[in-house]
C-alpha cells in the first residue's frame, strides 16, 4: 500500500512531455519553404542575367508545391498552419518571383506600363489563392477533378512562357516587351477566370491505355533530356489547347447535374400519368412511372459520381 502511493506521488510529480509536431510531420512544411526559397533564388538568377537558371529555380518550385501536399496526406500531417504556408508560399512563389523575373527579363523596356503588368500578375496570382481557399468546401461533386481558373504554377508557367521559348528560338520580333507585358496579363486573367480546367489529381487511365501513356511519359522525359525549353514550349501550348475540352466537359456534367437535381425534386402537383396525391390510381400510376425510370437514375448517378 505505501509502495503504490509512492509512486503515485511520483508520477504527479514527474515533469510532463513536451507536447508539439515530430520531425516527421514537419517535412511537408519544410518542401513548402524549400519551394519558396527555391523561387527566391530564381529572382537572384534573374538579377544576375542567368535566365535558364531563373525558369528552372521556378519549375522547382512547382515539383516541390506538387510534392508537399502528397508528403502532408501520406504522413497525417495536415494542418491549417501548413496550409496557409502553402498558400503564402505559392503567391511568393508563383506570383511573385515570376513577376520580377519577368520584370527583369522584358518589362522594364516598357517603364511604368511593365511594372503595372507585373503587378497585375502577381494580384492576380493572390486573387486565385485566395478564391480557391474560400472554395475548398462548397464545389459541387461533378466539379472536383477541375480547377477554377488555371492553378497558379501552371500560370506562373504560362507567364514565362515567352522566356522559355525564347531560350529556344532565340530574340525574334514576337517576343517584344510589348507583346510580353500583354501576355503577362493573359495569363493572370486566365488564372481569376471561371475557365474551367482539367485537375489531373484523380484522373483515372483505362488498363488498355496504360502502355501508351507510360510511353509518352518516356517520350516527355526524354524531351527534357535532349531539348527541355522545346518540350517545355510544346506542352504548355497542348496544355492551352486542352481548355476548350475541359470547359465542355464540365458543362457537360454541370447540365446532368441539373438534370439529376430537378428529376430528383419532389413535386406535389399531380403528375400527368394520374390523378391527385391521395387518389390511389394516380399514387399506382406515379410509383409506376419513378420505377421505369430509375436505371435512367441511376446510370446519371454512376457518371456525375464515379466512385458510388
Not at 7 to 28: N, S
Not at 76 to 90: C, E, I, K, T, V
Not at 229 to 240: F, H, K, N
Request: aromatic share 10%.
Amino acid at each position: 500500500m505505501l509502495s503504490r502511493r509512492r509512486h503515485k506521488r511520483r508520477d504527479a510529480e514527474r515533469t510532463p512531455r513536451l507536447k508539439g509536431m515530430t520531425l516527421t510531420k514537419m517535412i511537408p512544411n519544410m518542401i513548402t519553404v524549400a519551394a519558396t526559397c527555391a523561387a527566391l533564388t530564381g529572382v537572384r538568377y534573374a538579377i544576375d542575367g542567368r535566365w535558364e537558371f531563373a525558369v528552372g529555380a521556378i519549375l522547382v518550385a512547382a515539383i516541390l508545391d506538387a510534392l508537399d501536399g502528397r508528403m502532408a496526406r501520406l504522413l497525417n500531417a495536415q494542418s491549417d498552419f501548413g496550409a496557409q504556408l502553402d498558400s503564402l508560399s505559392d503567391f511568393v512563389a508563383f506570383g511573385v518571383a515570376p513577376a520580377l523575373i519577368a520584370w527583369f527579363w522584358a518589362l522594364n523596356a516598357l517603364g511604368g506600363l511593365g511594372w503595372v503588368a507585373g503587378l497585375f500578375f502577381a494580384v492576380c496570382c493572390g486573387l486565385r489563392l485566395a478564391r480557391f481557399n474560400s472554395r475548398l468546401d462548397t464545389l459541387p461533386p461533378y466539379a472536383y477533378n477541375y480547377f477554377q481558373g488555371v492553378p497558379a504554377p501552371m500560370g506562373a508557367a504560362l507567364g514565362l512562357a515567352p522566356m522559355i521559348l525564347s531560350f529556344e528560338t532565340g530574340p525574334i520580333a514576337i517576343l517584344e516587351p510589348g507583346f510580353v507585358a500583354v501576355w503577362m496579363i493573359g495569363a493572370a486573367l486566365l488564372m481569376v477566370s471561371e475557365v474551367p480546367t482539367f485537375s489531373f489529381k484523380k484522373w483515372k487511365l483505362a488498363p488498355r491505355y496504360m502502355l501508351p501513356f507510360m510511353a509518352a511519359v518516356g517520350l516527355v522525359l526524354a524531351g527534357l533530356a535532349g531539348a527541355p525549353w522545346l518540350t517545355l514550349s510544346i506542352a504548355l501550348a497542348v496544355y492551352l489547347a486542352l481548355i476548350p475540352f475541359s470547359y465542355r466537359s464540365f458543362a457537360r456534367l454541370r447540365a446532368e447535374a441539373e438534370r439529376l437535381a430537378e428529376f430528383e425534386e419532389p413535386t406535389s402537383a399531380p403528375s400527368a400519368a394520374g390523378g391527385a396525391p391521395g387518389d390511389a390510381a394516380g399514387d399506382a400510376a406515379r410509383d409506376a412511372a419513378r420505377d421505369s425510370s430509375a436505371p435512367d437514375r441511376d446510370d446519371r448517378v454512376r457518371r456525375l459520381h464515379p466512385k458510388s
